[in-house]
């Protein structure tokens, strides 16, 4: 038999097998079907497998398809091998194990040599795609495409297949028995009806938005069993989802244990076959493996069809563009129904998250709305801004800077005193113990939506499946593994059962823990140099002639410090993403739940720091360690220590954390999201564009769906999109209590987010592999614990932030007729300008006009003509010690009314757990019922034998004698069962 020069570089053990079988798919015969590739020229073939949707013959149904690069030869040769491995494909695993490679070693003889590398993925990939069709999947290769070098390989799960996944990874089908659902009844009914009436404007016109009066009962697959099952319509009975996620379970399992081919001789070759020996004894190359060396370069299943344009024929697909991934139909509910059954449970929950939390923003953004508007309507009556914005309290203040600053009167201040008290009022303590219960409240009405949907969709008792995914390791892992166990080899230890320690692990681990102390620093360096910013800035415009350009200071300077904040963050969000993929790699998890997990730890713990670091300094920090003129903090023993405006920091906390989550939400979470796909696809685009006029013939084909599919951009995960409404239900919650505004703003940036995302996954992503999923994972825990920690942060915002607490010690300790009068005068200290440091008075005292003895600041201390002058005063720890007392107090309160909420709340609403008991009972219905009906048979069949046999013993000795097979003829009689 001929070899090919052009795989000369093969080992001599590999070569010879896989030479002979794909010489043995030539000799079979292809010269028989010129005739119809002859005639598959005359008419047009696309058409009948809907461009790409079925194979060649219109039959079968594409469930997942393989991608991987080539050298391409002529058009005419192309041709010739779409039609041959067409037809290979059709005749199925019975002929030929590996389809359509034949040809491709014809034409290699013609052909100039390659690089082995190639022909080692080419190789692979024929081994690979022969295992697969050895595990009962058939295949279909595609070389004639519009897309330059580019091959796909279509594969169809056919039904015996299918049975025997569905079986393995106990997939819960619907079978025959139906029974009715539990309804309400009475005035429940009647509210039900009412409220059905009133959503049906909103509600999508989809078939599964009825409410269900029947349902059917689900029960693992079972071959043995397939008689309970309706399997009146096999076609329809695996839907897509299902069956490309059986196929990628195939995928993942079947293994190649091809080693790396090089032109080596001797000592290198044997080391080769050692190194294969080995690979095949611990080493398991599936598709993981496989997509991440390159062999194949993409891998995904295909979408329903098109979602626009004329004559597209009606799928899932465009009825999810049409009433699910539109702006047109931002009012209705989201189909979640037809989502699931179109990409998947896991996928399924998040939007079913997501609309929830959107539900529910709904109360809180009203309750937002009106502490708001309270805060409007009293800012009037509101003494102690009153008070400030007074001209008659001739209140001069200390200089705000060293030198460059003057003194200034405290009425010019009075827009910021105003607008703080719009955030800063009694109903703010109100709005933040109801966010807190709001959140727990949350949590729980989600638990129940999450019960409501896994029964719904069949996911109770799912916990087997899990485990199993569980315990499939990553790719990268065998790999480490492999190389951890021929260096054990080569130094001759026992390597069996190999797996990565701690000790493996620990420079992963340590690079880890650097790299995350790392980026916390880098993001407190990036902060403090912000606030050098600030105070620099401060004191340059302080130096302003004008007096409206100085009283426009503060404003100025924290306006542009928060949008270069605001910038900061969103790059570093981007950094630290990648940077903590790349930490999460460099630890090797063992399997992709654990890889997850662990890339959303880190991921958020960075982004959370990145956030809400200039958040928690304004909050927190600013203004707490200042000093007292005459005795300033300085950094660099230069730049004096920030001070909060006479109203308070929790103005300008507000408008931190408002232009921080607007800006995010507009700029990262919007127009990146459209526009980076987009930018994505236009560069995509012109690529092809060069390309195909390069190849004119290609470009007036019609592309086929997989064509289509391939261009779009693969699913990356959904740790993005559960990131970036993790860090908004933060700036929601945890600092609720200075910007109430938060929730409405939430809200209507989640409304555009819900259909963004839907038409981003509808439109511009590959169809992504359906995984089954019973709840949202690690991200209820992070839910959770931001909702534990917002009550502990607004409680210290409300106490050290807001001037809420001195204001209650002033109204019930030292006002004199029981009003806020005399509350600004109160929390003012004293200064003598006298005691002003060398070279710290202001260099233009007499800019009011007079000369200034006395000035204040805020701050609780001894006035000068004391005994111990500038001391802490009396004042001062009685308001910190309130301050303390109403933390502990509003923690533990908000604590236990939210654990009360928690505890009041069944987290499986009853109605659910009535019809799930009622599902096991009639499943032990239905098995008893088969169980007496084979006893039944059993017993029907015993005695028709008993019958048969007292009949033969009746005959008479003679007949017997005569007849003597007539015994053994009735005993073994064939009974119907």
């Not at 690089?115 to 990939?125: I, P, Q, V, Y």
């Not at 002639?545 to 009283?551: L, N, V």
């Not at 001894?862 to 001391?871: A, G, I, M, Q």
């Not at 009639?922 to 088969?930: G, K, P, Q, S, T």
């Amino acid at each position: 038999m001929r070899v090919n020069k052009k795989y000369s570089c093969l080992p001599a053990e590999e070569k010879g097998i896989h030479i002979i079988n794909i010489r043995a798919i030539e000799d079979i015969g292809y010269d028989q079907h010129e005739s119809t590739l002859l005639n598959s020229l005359s008419k047009n073939p696309d058409a009948d497998c809907k461009y790409g949707l079925y194979f060649r013959d219109g039959k079968r149904k594409v469930d997942y398809i393989l991608v991987y690069h080539y050298k391409k030869s002529s058009a005419g040769r192309t041709l010739t091998r779409r039609a041959q491995h067409n037809d290979a494909g059709a005749r199925g695993a019975k002929q030929d194990p590996l389809p359509g490679k034949g040809v491709q070693m014809e034409m290699g003889e013609s052909e100039p040599h390659t690089d082995c590398h190639e022909d080692d993925k080419r190789f692979r990939r024929e081994e690979y795609e022969g295992n697969l069709v050895e595990a009962g999947l058939e295949l279909e290769h595609d070389e004639d495409t519009k897309i330059h070098g580019v091959g796909f390989v279509k594969i169809h799960a056919p039904w015996n297949v299918l049975c025997r996944e569905a079986e393995f990874l106990k997939l819960k089908m619907p079978t025959k028995k139906m029974y009715q659902i539990n309804q309400t009844h009475g005035l429940l009914k009647k509210i039900n009806s009412v409220l059905q009436k009133i959503t049906e404007p909103i509600q999508p016109k989809v078939a599964e938005r009825k409410p269900q009066t029947v349902k059917r009962l689900s029960y693992p697959f079972s071959r043995e069993k397939q008689h309970l099952f309706d399997l009146s319509d096999r076609d329809s009975f695996f839907d897509s989802k299902t069956r490309s996620t059986i196929v990628y379970e195939i995928l993942k399992r079947t293994t190649c244990t091809k080693a790396k081919y090089s032109m080596g001789k001797g000592e290198g070759r044997k080391k080769e076959t050692a190194l294969l020996n080995k690979r095949r004894k611990c080493g398991k190359y599936g598709i993981t493996s496989l997509l991440a060396n390159g062999v194949y370069s993409a891998a995904y299943p295909l979408h329903d069809g098109d979602y626009e344009g004329e004559n597209v024929e009606p799928n899932d697909r465009k009825l999810l563009c049409e009433e699910w991934a539109s702006y047109g139909v931002f009012y209705k509910y989201q189909p979640i129904d037809l989502v699931r059954k179109y990409f998947g449970e896991k996928i399924g929950l998040y939007f079913a998250w997501l609309g929830v939390y959107t539900q529910m923003l709904i109360p809180a953004s009203i309750v937002g709305i009106i502490v708001f508007l309270y805060g409007c309507a009293t800012v009037d009556e509101n003494i102690p801004s009153m008070e400030m914005c007074d001209q008659r309290n001739n209140i001069t203040m200390c200089p705000l800077c060293d030198r460059t600053c003057s003194y200034w009167k405290m009425s010019s201040a009075c827009a910021t005193a105003r607008a703080s008290h719009l955030f800063d009022n009694p109903a703010t303590v109100f709005f933040s113990v109801f966010m807190a219960l709001w959140a727990a409240t949350f949590m729980e009405h989600w638990k129940r939506k999450q019960m409501r949907l896994n029964y719904r969709w069949d996911l109770t008792g799912f916990e087997e499946e899990e485990e199993a995914v569980k315990a499939h390791p990553r790719a990268e892992y065998e790999a480490k593994v492999l190389e951890k166990s021929l260096r054990k080899e080569h130094k001759h230890k026992e390597t069996d059962k190999e797996k990565l320690t701690w000790k493996d692990r620990f420079p992963a681990y340590l690079t880890n823990f650097v790299g995350i102390i790392f980026m916390v620093g880098l993001t407190f360096a990036i902060v403090f140099g912000v606030i050098i910013y600030r105070i620099s800035t401060a004191a340059a415009l302080a130096i302003s002639a004008t007096p409206s350009g100085r009283s426009s200071v503060r404003v100025t300077v924290t306006a542009t410090a928060v949008i270069i904040n605001l910038v900061v963050i969103i790059f570093l969000d981007e950094v630290y993403g990648c940077i903590a993929r790349w930490l999460t790699q460099i630890e090797v998890p063992k399997t992709d739940k654990n890889f997850e997990e662990r890339l959303i730890f880190k991921a958020f713990l960075l982004k959370f720091v990145n956030a809400y670091t200039p958040i928690f300094y304004v909050a927190f920090f600013k203004g707490r360690f200042v000093g007292r003129p005459g005795d300033y903090v300085y950094i660099f023993h230069s730049f004096r220590m920030e001070e909060c405006a006479p109203g308070g920091c929790l103005m300008e906390l507000c408008i931190q954390l408002s232009i921080i989550m607007l800006g995010k939400q507009l700029i990262q979470n919007n127009l990146f999201e459209i526009g980076i796909p987009k930018m994505k696809k236009f560069i995509r685009y012109m690529k092809l564009k060069r390309r195909r006029s390069l190849d004119h013939e290609e470009h007036m084909k019609k592309k086929q769906r997989y064509e289509v599919d391939y261009n779009l951009e693969p699913f990356s995960g959904l740790t993005p999109e559960y990131m970036e409404m993790i860090i908004q239900f933060g700036f929601v919650t945890l600092f609720v209590a200075s910007f109430p505004l938060a929730p409405l703003f939430a809200l209507l940036n989640n409304i555009i987010e819900i259909r963004l995302d839907a038409k981003k996954f509808v439109t511009e992503l590959r169809r992504p592999v359906a995984v089954r999923a019973k709840d949202i994972g690690i991200w209820y825990n992070i839910l959770r614990g931001i909702g534990k920690l917002a009550v502990i942060i607004n409680a210290f915002v409300i106490s050290f932030t807001s001037d809420f607490i001195p204001r209650l010690v002033y109204l019930y300790m030292y006002s004199e007729n029981g009003t806020m009068h005399g509350f600004v005068n109160h929390t003012l200290s004293s200064f003598n300008v006298s005691d002003f440091q060398a070279g710290t008075a202001p260099n233009d005292p007499m800019e009011l006009g007079y000369e200034v003895q006395i000035c204040r600041y805020k701050d609780y201390r001894e006035p000068p003509w004391s005994e111990n002058k500038y001391d802490i005063s009396k004042d001062f720890w009685a308001v910190l010690a309130a301050r303390l007392a109403f933390v502990i107090v509003f923690q533990n309160l908000v604590m236990f009314m939210s654990d009360f909420v928690d505890w009041i709340i069944p987290d499986i609403p009853k109605d659910i757990s009535q019809q799930i008991h009622k599902e096991k009972v009639l499943m032990v219905e239905v098995f008893m019922r088969e169980e007496q009906g084979k006893l039944q048979m059993l017993e029907t069949w015993k005695d028709k034998d008993k019958k048969k046999g007292e009949n033969c013993n009746n005959h008479s000795p003679r007949l017997s004698l005569s007849h003597s097979g007539s015994l053994s003829s009735c005993h073994s009689y064939p009974v119907d069962v």
